[in-house]
């Protein structure tokens, strides 16, 4: 318990839950875990630690019931939740619009190609009898035939798609849009872009984090409920399994036009090939 905490009991006050005013709504397999881990060490953020699927699942049983699964806070804390499937919902635009029409909304997105992998590997985990990527990501299975755009890992790609619902409820300046690739590769860059975004201080710099070679990964020296450097877990940054080139070629071509839009709207170049 913080020394703050402490004072507020002692003063007979309590923390209260609040509704979040910033979401990571997605993308599945992007870095959301990673996000939300690091920006929740800023003593001004407080995080509801597992996904609340609220605008997807759980809509139905009210605001009341979402507000109770926030954690507690103090004055001028910032409450965020993470669930990955709301960026691709089509309910949830509207529904968190209805809730706070200035909620801040942060997606993570990395190179379609690697997140539909990923996202397989991930399947694989939990199911190891299910068929080669190179089967599944092909209508009729073969490398000849058309991408099938039906399979999850490859629909929950075409970002542009999605996101041009979430814009007919909010404005672009609303979305912050992250760079899994550079959450990887300089954690801080990123969390500069979302402090600000946020309205933040700058807390969360370079001096919380550290490369750890064995994971291959940024780790954090201590966080909330760790006093010791700690990485992600076990189910973030799995190995890939190996995909014929020929078919992460097909991919990389089906997902390019896709890509672009997704620029154009944004008005950012992720650089993915
Ligand atoms: P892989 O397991 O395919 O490498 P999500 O949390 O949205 O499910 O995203 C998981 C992905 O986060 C991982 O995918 C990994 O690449 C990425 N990631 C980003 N930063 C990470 C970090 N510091 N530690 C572990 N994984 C990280």
Redesign the pocket.
Known sequence: ISPKYKFFREQGLRPERQLPSALIIG????????LLEFIRIHPDVRAAGSEVHFFDKNYMKGFQWYRSHMPATLEGQLTIEKT?SYFITREAPRRVQLMNPSTKLLV?V?DPV?RA??DY??AVSKKPEMRRFEQLVFVNGSVGSIIDTSWGPVKLGIYSRYLARWLKFFPLSQLLFIS?ER??LD?AIELKRVQDFLGLKRVVTEKHFYFNST?G???LFKSEGHSAPH??GK????S?PYINPVVLQRLRDFFRPFNNHFYQMTGINFGWA
Not at 27 to 34: E, Q, S, W
Not at 235 to 238: I, L, Q, S, Y
């Open positions: 993308v599945k397999k992007g870095g959301t875990r990673a990955p993570v990395r690697t992998v990923s590997a991930q899994g959450l990887v954690p994971k990964f940024p780790c990485c992600l189910t973030k940054g799995r890939h």
